[in-house]
């Protein structure tokens, strides 16, 4: 199957999900212009157009070939890594959050040495909350 | 044009030239070379990781790093398209082609050389265009109304929806993407709550600078970390002298010339970028006729010079749309209107009438990061291809904690932390499929200028819709956005 008729099918369904959505907006009952849901109701038939365009009219590109990608190991688990760092960013110190993101996602990306993982996680979060703390005034969250 | 005059310009000199502004602009050409010369990280991505950081600081501060990574990052995308065939930027594709050619015959340092000057040069006549152009064009845009601003707006969006790679169903799905992330939010006229799900975070819409880090930055790391891109592999290059580039540039002037003012052009268009100017100089240097006559290595000097050049003289021509009509031309233009917001500064055509000073300012911070890129590039053009050894491994990382940090320190507001997150996972499987990011987020700046516009071209003539054919400018950007499409349309379906 190819990449695109997947990617105009999904197209297509966020275009009716928008339409949908779309008729939910409360609009006023005497307005002098075009209401609230005009706009977003262009958009809903423009992503659904291109969406069938993407269907019918597909790339050469495979969907097998497309999702290996975007499910490959080092993409995946940073994303994953990525995800959790910054969701949990106001409740953890950024210091040790900055610090565990930094050797996990090092040796996500293949770092193996001790010396890296040991010294450069510590040494960029230390510098980067200095800069934050001090350079630029922003005070990010710390548990002391 | 009295809005800049000498009075203007030297206390604008004043302002800007002391040592802590020089410092920044030298810390944002340095920041701009890596982030130029990475391959897969651009100019746009350290530009919108750097904006959140320019929150407590000056106006001239903020310019000084922001265009210091916006010049030296278009040129430094060039660096990995000689050295090893990989441009560090889209804008750097055409460069690749004859770069790459020169420094597979050891003469990766005449590339390197031709690259700094013609985009020193590019850049320069682009700035120069922007100081004349920008007043006129400015005031020229007070007699502009809701109708041709919608007309601009739509056609800026086709633009880039057209031309930024890809087909023209995936440009205009992300366009549509990014409009639809504009209209979250209390709507404008009405008043009334859309999309927004029961979260009252989102009620002010979806904040501009986390969504821009969120697709330059967070997916472009993200699609970095699963190519496995890794250079190490560096030609060895024979060494240039410094001295003989005067006489190729002098003898080159014309090609400089007509790719600077190529550059330039598709700058000022709204919604383009450095990738178009770089290809339509690239097949306007005669690059063909010169191999015949004159041999290969001519040949990709004539590709080179051109290249680079437009690529550069970009940079200039895309703020004249920000600085007069709050439109951006390109990417990191789009990224500017999120640092100028910051500084309590809204981009349109009052902007150079109200802040003659600080447009003044913004030339002259272009001219000093012009003559560093220069400076710095020709006399560090041996060190800077060590930039390509950084290993992914370390580089994507620190990137990651960059744009949380960056984006946590615009309004120490967390739930914008969580929407980089989100937004920058959704971008990396959209670029997965093939669906470019430029249009997502020109579609995000413009689609609320688009949107009011509409519907106050709407209300000022009795809900006549005839009003976008009957004034000339308008009907004239409507004509040319059906072209566009046309050309487009039938470029996608071949």
């Not at chain 1, 907006?25 to 992503?47: E, G, H, K």
């Not at chain 2, 690529?311 to 007069?324: E, Q, S, Y």
Request: net charge neutral; glycine share 10%.
């Amino acid at each position: 199957m190819k990449a695109d008729r997947m990617a105009g099918g999904l197209t297509l369904i966020a275009g009716l999900g928008l339409m949908v959505a779309t008729s939910q907006i409360d609009i006023l009952a005497s307005q002098p212009t075009l209401s609230a849901r005009f706009f977003p109701y262009v958009l809903a038939l423009i992503l659904m157009l291109s969406g069938l365009a993407l269907a019918l009219k597909p790339g050469d590109a495979l969907l097998g070939t497309v999702i290996g990608k975007l499910l490959a190991y080092r993409g995946v688990t940073l994303a994953v890594a990525f995800l959790v760092y910054a969701l949990s960013f106001r409740f953890v110190d950024f210091r040790f959050g900055t610090w565990l993101f930094l050797v996990v996602t090092m040796w996500i990306l293949g770092s193996r040495k001790w010396s890296e993982l040991l010294i450069l996680p510590i040494a960029v979060s230390a510098i980067l909350y200095l800069l934050f703390r001090y350079g630029f005034i922003v005070l990010l969250p710390t548990w002391t | 044009m009295d809005v800049i005059s000498l009075g203007t310009i030297i206390d604008a000199a004043a302002a800007v030239l002391q040592l802590n502004i020089l410092f920044w602009i030298l810390i944002g050409v340095l920041i701009g070379f890596v982030f130029g010369a990475a391959p897969g990280l651009t100019a746009t991505t350290g530009v919108a990781i750097a904006t959140p950081l320019t929150f407590g600081a000056s106006f001239e501060v903020a310019m000084a790093l922001l265009l210091g990574i916006y010049s030296a990052g278009y040129f430094a995308g060039s660096i990995p398209a000689i050295l090893i065939n990989t441009p560090g930027a889209p804008g750097n594709a055409a460069t690749a082609l004859d770069g790459y050619r020169l420094a597979r015959m050891g003469k990766a340092d005449l590339a390197i050389s031709l690259a700094v000057v013609a985009s020193v040069i590019g850049g320069v006549f682009s700035i120069v265009v922007l100081m004349f152009a920008a007043p006129v064009l400015s005031n020229f845009a007070l007699k502009f109304t809701s109708v041709e601003y919608f007309s601009l707006g739509l056609f800026g969006l086709i633009c880039v929806s057209a031309v930024s790679g890809g087909s023209l169903a995936k440009g205009i799905t992300g366009a549509a993407i990014g409009m639809f992330l504009g209209t979250i939010g209390i709507d404008e006229v009405g008043g009334t709550m859309r999309f927004t799900f029961g979260m009252p975070e989102l009620q002010g819409g979806v904040p501009l600078i986390p969504t821009l880090i969120a697709f330059f930055a967070v997916a472009e790391m993200l699609l970095q970390a699963s190519s496995h891109l890794d250079a190490s592999l560096l030609p060895k290059q024979q060494i240039h002298r410094i001295l003989r580039l005067p006489g190729l540039m002098i003898s080159h002037s014309w090609l400089l010339l007509k790719s600077s003012l190529i550059g330039t052009f598709i700058g000022i268009l709204p919604g383009t970028g450095p990738t178009i100017a770089a290809w339509i100089a690239y097949g306007q240097s005669g690059r063909r006729k010169a191999e015949e006559a004159e041999g290969e290595e001519i040949a990709a000097v004539r590709g080179v010079i051109a290249a680079e050049s437009a690529n550069n003289a970009v940079t200039g021509g895309a703020l004249v749309p920000l600085l007069t009509l709050g439109i951006p031309g390109d990417t990191v233009t789009a990224v500017l209107i999120g640092a100028l917001l910051i500084q309590g500064i809204d981009p349109g055509p009052f902007f150079i009438i109200e802040h003659g000073d600080l447009f003044a300012q913004i030339l002259i911070i272009l001219l000093i990061a012009a003559v560093m890129t220069l400076v710095l590039g020709l006399g560090a053009r041996r060190i800077l291809p060590k930039i390509l050894t950084i290993p992914a491994r370390i580089l994507l990382p620190v990137i990651g904690v960059l744009c949380v940090a960056g984006g946590f320190a615009i309004h120490s507001i967390p739930f914008e932390v969580g929407i980089i997150a989100v937004l920058g996972i959704a971008g990396y499987i959209l670029a997965r499929f093939g669906f470019p990011m430029a249009p997502i987020v020109i579609g995000l700046v413009l689609g609320p200028i688009i949107e009011i516009n509409l519907r106050n071209s709407l209300v000022a003539n009795d809900m006549d819709p005839t009003v976008f054919i009957t004034r000339p400018i308008s009907a004239v950007l409507l004509i040319a956005i059906v072209v566009t499409l046309a050309w487009s349309a039938r470029r996608s379906l071949r």
